[in-house]
């Protein structure tokens, strides 16, 4: 998912070993991740995304930035009950949870691994085979 106010940015999903980097938008006032290499296309994680960043996280604060304490982190959306407010959120591997828009611009990660897909986004190409029984001589 893409937070509310980066419908005005092109946007893609992310995919499995990417190098992401929070990135600043042009012509809006939040955050998200995007590729190094094409930095005007938000980069769209999942809920359930895991990520890791090169060092620990962190935020900007009124003054400083602050430092998370860790690198690993799952993808999760919260206050969906209140449309006005960023939704997309990081949950650390130490019980932080921070919104992607107060992450420091600049920092990399790399997606380590993506939710599954509900059933209806599955391929047919994706279904079992047909099992084949064999008589007991």
């Known amino acids: 998912m893409c937070d509310y106010s980066l419908h005005a940015v092109a946007t893609r999903p992310a995919e499995v070993a990417e190098t992401l980097v929070s990135t600043k938008f042009q012509s809006t006032a939040t955050r998200g991740f995007a590729s190094p290499d094409n930095p005007q296309v938000a980069v769209c994680l ?22 998370i304490g860790a690198r690993l ?12 407010q960023h939704h997309d959120a990081l949950e650390f591997s130490n ?8 992450l420091t611009a600049g920092q990399r990660a790399t997606v380590l691994q993506l939710p599954a897909s509900p059933i209806a986004e599955r391929s047919e190409a994706g279904e ?10």
Do not use: S, W, Y
Request: net charge neutral; hydrophobic share 40%; proline share 6%.
């Open 95 to 102: 019980g932080a949870i921070v919104l992607v828009t107060d």
């Open 128 to 137: 079992p085979a047909a099992r084949h029984e064999t008589a007991d001589i």
């Open 73 to 84: 982190a799952r993808f999760r959306q919260i206050g969906l009950n209140r449309p006005a």
């Open 46 to 67: 999942r809920p359930g995304t895991e990520i890791a960043f090169e060092n620990d996280a962190q935020t900007d604060g009124m003054m400083f930035r602050k430092n």
